[in-house]
């Protein structure tokens, strides 16, 4: 679906997803998650929710910067999957095809500024969300990095020592 950028923005008035983003985050989280005919960095997240304890599972897109891979928050600190995966103590699973635990380690604001911009050159929906372009400069992004959570996705070392024994 074509959308204008009015209407993605107006979609999360006031950084709250309306009900027409939520059924279409759903329905675009079983699409990434299942990997079928999406781009190779769509992905579904899965995390505890905080508050009812469910599987939450949102739609979102990983950024290759340097060797490392990242999720970003288009909608700045007060998004729900933000909250739920520091609640979660960054515990949660990547699902593309199948299900992978990670560890999300979130990234001080001093050096999100590079990721920042990596993630609006692949993010194109969610580019939308930010107070600067995606061809602005990296001190634009330095301005702004403050309020846009960036997380570090990690193997899930616990996994891997449970698997190893």
């Not at 897109?61 to 520091?86: A, P």
């Not at 299900?99 to 990596?118: C, D, G, H, Y």
């Amino acid at each position: 679906m074509i959308m204008s950028d009015a209407m993605r923005r107006r979609m999360y008035h006031g950084g709250r997803p309306s009900r027409l983003a939520r059924a279409l985050n759903r329905a675009s989280a079983l699409q990434f998650g299942s990997g079928f005919l999406v781009p190779d960095n769509w992905v579904a997240m899965e995390v505890t929710g905080r508050r009812s304890g469910r599987t939450v599972i949102c739609p979102l897109v990983v950024t290759r910067y340097g060797n490392e891979r990242y999720l970003v928050s288009m909608l700045g600190e007060g998004s729900e999957w933000v909250q739920n995966v520091r609640a979660a103590g960054g515990k949660a699973s990547i699902k593309r095809g199948g299900s992978q635990p990670v560890q999300l380690t979130e990234i001080p604001p001093q050096e999100r500024a590079s990721i920042l911009k990596a993630w609006a050159q692949v993010a194109t929906s969610g580019r939308h969300h930010l107070p600067v372009s995606h061809e602005a400069p990296i001190s634009a992004f330095e301005t702004i990095a403050g309020d846009y959570p960036v997380f570090r996705i990690d193997q899930d070392r616990q996994l891997e020592v449970r698997d190893a024994a």
